[in-house]
């Protein structure tokens, strides 16, 4: 029956997960299983205007009110109540294959927004965009590859040549690596997880924050994507290896394995482990953007849990028989799965809704496609975490 489907496919993690199922379940708390707090399920299903409801089919409507009004609640640099009839320039990592490339596609279908896909293989991405179905004149590849600050750097200079106002970053591009027995670096030396997850990013928006200072668009976002795995508050989060970075000591050491440890706590190399790890950077980075300059510069700073979105490739590094099982285990057992599709149309709302301009906010969405306010974990909620990592991110990536 089910159960012995779940412990099966437990066991193919590495680390064994068929007997961690009722661990999980005794380390979750019942308020956000699921990564959805009940409560917070309930009041946006009954229509609080706090946590208002988004369904996935009222996008195109959102964005349209967008470009006809300022947004509310955020310091535009533009004149108030002038309307903006240009199109929004949106930067997305990653965008050659699964949650970017539906993101980009959803976004440049509105006729909205030209989607800039940063991206590692060029060829990949054009050819990606051109199996979408994405009008020519809405998007344009450029070429970053977040393995080495030397490409950030170089891509940074690229988009400032092409003139284009920046409006919108997206910094969604991920590696995983569940089965690797060994660490790979990049090209500074950085454990590859969490060098291109974190650090590439980290560097990339730093640089770019002063493009979306310089815009005139009334609503400029810096959004990064997160992950339920990394919040050890949900069922998911539970699942070992558990996200923990511990007191950064590796991280401090340089990553880097020339005798420091390559995973962020200082312990032994885990992929898995280093993904999620990577993934609370990603949030605690968007707080302490949020903290330093949502104040001065009105940019929205948000992160986002999707949705489990099985098929995309993220998991190419897994084994086959994960690659087959997980899809119908996220279905039919967790009910956790969203298509590419849907999860691109989630990501989108972030980018352009209207009424998604609060910032340093964790996005999830319920069942009901629903977005509402999540609550992060402890640790990826942690302030003073948060500050260290910004500052040991800043010599790692040569800011400080
Ligand atoms: P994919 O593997 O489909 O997409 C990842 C993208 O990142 C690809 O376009 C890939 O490029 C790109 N990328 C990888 N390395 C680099 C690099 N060095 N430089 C530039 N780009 C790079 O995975 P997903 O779409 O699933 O992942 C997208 C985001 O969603 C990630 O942040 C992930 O953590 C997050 N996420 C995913 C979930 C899921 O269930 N899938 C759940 C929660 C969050 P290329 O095409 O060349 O390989
Ligand atoms: Mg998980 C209860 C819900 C739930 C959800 C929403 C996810 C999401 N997962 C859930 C439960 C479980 N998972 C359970 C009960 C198990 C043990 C059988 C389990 C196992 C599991 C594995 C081995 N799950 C995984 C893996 C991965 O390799 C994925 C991972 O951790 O990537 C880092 C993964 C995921 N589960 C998710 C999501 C969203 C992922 C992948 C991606 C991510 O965080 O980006």
Same mark, same amino acid.
């Given at each position: 029956?089910?159960?012995? =489907?779940?412990?099966?496919?437990?066991?193919?993690?590495?680390?064994?997960?068929?007997?961690?199922?009722?661990?999980?379940?005794?380390?979750?708390? !019942?308020?956000?299983?699921?990564?959805?707090?009940?409560?917070?399920?309930?009041?946006?299903?009954?229509?609080?205007?706090?946590?208002?409801?988004?369904?996935?089919?009222?996008?195109?409507?959102?964005?349209?009110?967008?470009?006809?009004?300022?947004?509310?609640?955020?310091?535009?640099?533009?004149?108030?109540?002038?309307?903006?009839?240009?199109?929004?320039?949106?930067?997305?990592?990653?965008?050659?294959? #699964?949650?970017?490339?539906?993101?980009?596609?959803?976004?440049?279908? @509105?006729?909205?927004?030209?989607?800039?896909?940063?991206? +590692?293989?060029?060829? %990949?991405?054009?050819?990606?965009?051109?199996?979408?179905?994405?009008?020519?004149?809405?998007?344009?590849?450029?070429?970053?590859?977040?393995?080495?600050?030397?490409?950030?750097?170089? =891509?940074? %200079?690229?988009? +400032?040549?092409?003139?284009?106002?920046?409006?919108?970053?997206? /910094?969604?591009?991920?590696?995983?690596?569940? @089965?690797? %027995?060994?660490?790979?670096?990049?090209? !500074?030396?950085?454990?590859?997880?969490?060098?291109?997850?974190?650090? #590439?990013?980290?560097?990339?928006?730093?640089?770019?924050?002063?493009?979306?200072?310089?815009? !005139?668009?009334?609503?400029?976002?810096?959004?990064?994507?997160?992950?339920?795995?990394?919040?050890?508050?949900?069922?998911?989060?539970?699942?070992?290896?558990?996200?923990? *970075?511990?007191?950064?000591?590796?991280?401090?050491?340089?990553?880097?394995?020339? #005798?420091?440890? @390559?995973?962020?706590?200082?312990?032994?190399?885990?992929?898995?482990?280093?993904? &999620?790890?990577?993934?609370?950077?990603?949030?605690?980075?968007?707080?302490?953007?949020?903290?330093?300059?949502?104040?001065?510069?009105?940019?929205? =700073?948000?992160?986002?849990?999707?949705? /489990?979105?099985? @098929?995309?490739?993220?998991?190419?590094?897994?084994?086959?028989?994960?690659?087959?099982?997980?899809?119908?285990?996220? %279905?039919?057992?967790?009910?956790?799965?969203?298509?590419?599709?849907?999860?691109?149309?989630?990501?989108?709302?972030?980018?352009?809704?209207?009424? *998604?301009?609060?910032? #340093?906010?964790?996005?999830?969405?319920?069942?009901?496609?629903?977005? =509402?306010?999540?609550?992060?974990?402890?640790?990826?909620? !942690?302030?003073?975490?948060?500050? +260290?990592?910004?500052?040991?991110?800043? &010599? *790692?990536?040569?800011?400080?």
């Amino acid at each position: 029956g089910a159960s012995g =489907f779940v412990s099966s496919f437990g066991s193919l993690s590495p680390q064994g997960g068929a007997s961690l199922l009722g661990k999980a379940n005794g380390g979750a708390k !019942d308020s956000a299983f699921l990564g959805v707090s009940l409560s917070e399920t309930m009041k946006s299903d009954f229509g609080s205007s706090v946590l208002r409801s988004h369904k996935g089919n009222n996008l195109s409507a959102g964005i349209r009110a967008q470009t006809a009004t300022t947004t509310p609640g955020v310091k535009s640099s533009a004149p108030e109540g002038k309307k903006t009839l240009r199109k929004g320039n949106v930067i997305v990592t990653g965008a050659s294959s #699964g949650l970017g490339l539906a993101t980009a596609k959803a976004l440049a279908e @509105t006729g909205r927004w030209n989607v800039i896909m940063a991206c +590692r293989d060029f060829l %990949k991405a054009e050819k990606a965009a051109k199996s979408a179905g994405m009008a020519k004149e809405s998007y344009q590849v450029m070429h970053l590859d977040l393995a080495s600050l030397d490409s950030v750097r170089q =891509f940074v %200079k690229n988009f +400032r040549q092409s003139g284009l106002p920046l409006d919108v970053l997206v /910094c969604n591009a991920a590696v995983y690596f569940p @089965t690797a %027995k060994e660490p790979t670096y990049t090209a !500074d030396g950085f454990e590859m997880s969490v060098g291109v997850n974190h650090l #590439g990013h980290f560097l990339l928006a730093r640089e770019l924050l002063e493009d979306l200072k310089a815009s !005139d668009y009334p609503a400029r976002r810096l959004i990064i994507v997160g992950s339920i795995t990394g919040n050890t508050n949900t069922l998911a989060g539970n699942i070992p290896p558990k996200a923990n *970075l511990g007191d950064l000591r590796g991280l401090a050491g340089g990553l880097n394995g020339l #005798g420091g440890s @390559t995973m962020i706590d200082g312990g032994e190399f885990d992929g898995a482990k280093a993904y &999620k790890d990577s993934k609370v950077c990603n949030m605690l980075t968007m707080q302490e953007f949020h903290r330093r300059y949502h104040e001065e510069t009105g940019v929205t =700073f948000a992160s986002l849990y999707p949705g /489990c979105i099985a @098929t995309t490739g993220l998991f190419r590094e897994h084994v086959a028989l994960f690659r087959l099982l997980f899809p119908p285990f996220q %279905k039919y057992i967790t009910k956790g799965f969203v298509s590419e599709e849907e999860a691109g149309k989630r990501l989108a709302q972030v980018v352009s809704d209207p009424s *998604l301009t609060k910032s #340093g906010v964790y996005w999830s969405w319920n069942s009901n496609s629903a977005s =509402f306010e999540n609550q992060l974990s402890e640790e990826a909620s !942690d302030p003073e975490k948060a500050q +260290r990592l910004w500052q040991l991110s800043e &010599k *790692l990536v040569g800011l400080a």
